[in-house]
């Protein structure tokens, strides 16, 4: 029925996509080299990146990206700026993770 009405365009629909850690160094635990020959791999001391994104079935995509750690605060704010994007009913989709079931995210949920 929401898949439906999306494409009725009487709602946009939207799919959470779970808080994602990037690391920006290599992690490569084996390489092709010469048997024999070492290969050093140089990487940047620095902070991992998540990334919690909101994205439509039309590959819309509102992304969050933090250097702390992502916490039910960090989701509820994301939901609040989102907010301030969309224009017409919007449903958001999200799966059973604690982070989206805690009282801030219940609490917003009619908005």
Same mark, same amino acid.
Do not use: W
């Given at each position: 029925? =929401?898949?439906?009405q999306h494409k009725n365009g009487n709602i946009d629909l939207f799919f959470a996509v779970v808080p994602t850690g990037i690391l920006p160094y290599p992690d490569i635990l084996y390489g092709w080299? =010469?048997?024999g020959k070492k290969i050093k791999l140089v990487s940047?001391? %620095?902070k991992r990146l998540s990334i919690f994104g909101l994205m %439509? %079935?039309?590959n819309? =995509?509102?992304a969050y990206p933090t250097e702390t750690t992502t916490t039910r605060e960090f989701i509820v704010q994301c939901r609040d700026d989102f907010m301030k994007t969309i224009n017409k009913p919007t449903v958001v989709v999200v799966d059973n993770a604690?982070?989206?079931?805690c009282q801030a995210v219940y609490e917003r949920i009619e908005q």
């Open positions: 029925m =929401l898949v439906e080299q =010469l048997k940047r001391d %620095s %439509s %079935s039309n819309r =995509l509102a604690p982070i989206y079931r």
